[in-house]
């Protein structure tokens, strides 16, 4: 079982398909003889806890599959031991507060540094709350205008492939930004059209700024 107060030697799950960003995380938890194992999907996750179920995990919810903020508050609650940080590309309104309702508390952008990226694990290591400079300024956005539940369910995976499609980015661009093939993008796109009742992309993005998962961006469609 960890050791919350001591940051030397621990275990880390680090649940993320970036490989830049897991050889980064790597490279700079060495030095705290840390334990590092690997996730990729939700199940491998799941099988990862329940071998080391008092890790502290650090997981990007947009890069491990079938991923949703359900899924989190599940791994949260039964994982008791375990201790969980958020390293994420960028982040919107909605997305902040289904990790917060889900009981995330430790939340950090991958453009931080070393030093804030070190301050973050050790927070979340003593179970302290952890949030950097950005997602506290959208926190404090979230917290006046908190957006409309849309009565559905998509995964972070999803949630992000919802906002490069209002930005503009084709099926193609968005396989290679995110390093997944074509196919998983249309099958991505099938899903969501089919979940949110919508069948265009200008219905897709109508729908997302009536739910407050895009804010303060003209589209024109």
């Known amino acids: 079982m960890m050791n919350t107060g001591n940051t030397d030697e621990l275990q880390f799950i680090l649940a993320d398909t970036q490989y830049l960003i897991v050889t980064a995380m790597e490279k700079i938890l060495n030095g705290k003889s840390a334990q590092i194992i690997h996730a990729t999907t939700k199940s491998e996750l799941q099988a990862c806890l329940d071998e080391n179920p008092g ?3 650090i997981i990007d919810p947009s890069h491990v599959e079938l991923l949703n903020a ?4 599940d791994f949260i609650s039964r994982y008791v031991d375990a201790k969980f940080m958020v390293l ?8 902040l507060n289904a990790l917060m309702d889900a009981g995330i508390k430790n939340i ?8 804030d990226f070190l301050n973050a694990v050790d927070a ?8 950097s400079e950005e997602v506290l300024d959208l926190l404090i956005e979230a917290k006046s205008r ?26 193609k661009e968005i396989a290679s930004r995110k390093n997944i093939s074509f196919h998983t993008v249309m099958s991505h796109r099938k899903n969501i059209f089919k979940k949110l009742g919508v069948n265009s992309v200008s219905g897709l993005i109508m729908h997302a700024v009536k739910a ?3 804010d303060n961006i003209e589209y024109y469609i």
């Not at 559905?152 to 099926?171: D, H, K, P, Q, S």
């Open 55 to 57: 890790a502290l995990v």
């Open 70 to 73: 359900g899924d989190i508050k």
């Open 88 to 95: 994420t590309n960028s982040l919107n309104a909605a997305e």
């Open 108 to 115: 950090l952008l991958k453009t931080a540094d070393a030093d």
């Open 124 to 131: 979340t290591a003593k179970g302290k709350k952890y949030f």
């Open 146 to 171: 908190k957006p409309r539940s849309n009565g559905y369910v998509l995964t972070f995976a999803e949630m992000e492939i919802v906002r490069m499609i209002a930005e503009g980015y084709t099926a």
């Open 212 to 214: 407050g998962w895009i």
